[in-house]
């Protein structure tokens, strides 16, 4: 498991560098550990090796992965949702969750705000964005955010904090340049547009592939899984 210190080392090195390249502080850029079919093992050993933020795709998952890093003391660990979040899984961690990345219509916005206000507390979540088209990926289309965006501010107890993608899959991390560019630029115009700064404050973008190409782009948050772990044996 000692790979996994060795593997953030690299990673870290290489965000300084594109940190470099773009005129940005690494402290900028957050390293989220995506372990969706990870084990419970391999997620506390990336918490042992100084990952602080995880993110899980499968509710379930992640609330097994919590429980046991709690009984194991890491109770200081920032939970994130990062797939898609259904309707009915809400209530399971609007009461806790960090960041819910995937905010994608004002139907589960409007719930997480009841289910966070039920838990006494603001969930900040984040719209996620369809940048390229694509049909089979999930998030709203680019022209839609805007308007999402001006009805999830009004909510209360939620606290909109910026924008995620995830570009279709390519070899050449250089393909997902443009859609990474497109998603600050969309981040700006919400700005421009009259959202205060600090609501569009965090791109999420980038991923084991790609992840050197967002930070040079503006990522403040990259999700990282293949890198960190090690390829998944299934
Ligand atoms: C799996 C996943 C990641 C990480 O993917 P890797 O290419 O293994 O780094 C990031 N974000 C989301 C939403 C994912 O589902």
Not at 162 to 175: I, R
Not at 210 to 233: K, N, Q, S
Request: glycine share 6%.
């Amino acid at each position: 498991m000692n790979q996994i210190s060795q593997h953030l080392t690299q990673i870290r090195q290489r965000i300084a560098a594109a940190c470099r390249r773009a005129g940005r502080q690494p402290e900028q850029v957050t390293i989220l550990a995506a372990t969706k079919t990870r084990s419970v093992r391999e997620v506390r050993a990336a918490v042992e090796a100084g990952i602080s933020h995880v993110g899980e795709n499968y509710v379930q998952e992640l609330l097994t992965k919590k429980e046991h890093l709690d009984q194991a003391g890491h109770t200081d660990v920032a939970w994130h949702v990062i797939g898609h979040l259904q309707r009915n899984k809400v209530k399971y961690v609007a009461s806790f969750c960090h960041l819910i990345q995937s905010v994608d219509s004002i139907r589960i916005a409007r719930e997480i705000s009841k289910r966070a206000r039920q838990a006494d507390r603001t969930q900040p979540v984040l719209i996620e964005v369809n940048i390229s088209g694509e049909d089979t990926k999930f998030g709203i289309r680019p022209e839609e955010v805007a308007q999402l965006a001006a009805q999830v501010v009004q909510l209360d107890n939620i606290q909109l904090q910026g924008l995620m993608t995830m570009p279709p899959y390519s070899d050449d991390p250089e393909d997902s340049r443009p859609h990474f560019q497109k998603l600050a630029a969309l981040s700006q115009q919400l700005t421009d547009g009259g959202l205060p700064p600090a609501t569009m404050r965090h791109l999420s973008m980038g991923m084991s592939g790609d992840y050197e190409v967002a930070v040079e782009e503006g990522a403040a948050i990259v999700r990282l899984g293949t890198v960190l772990f090690g390829r998944r044996e299934d």
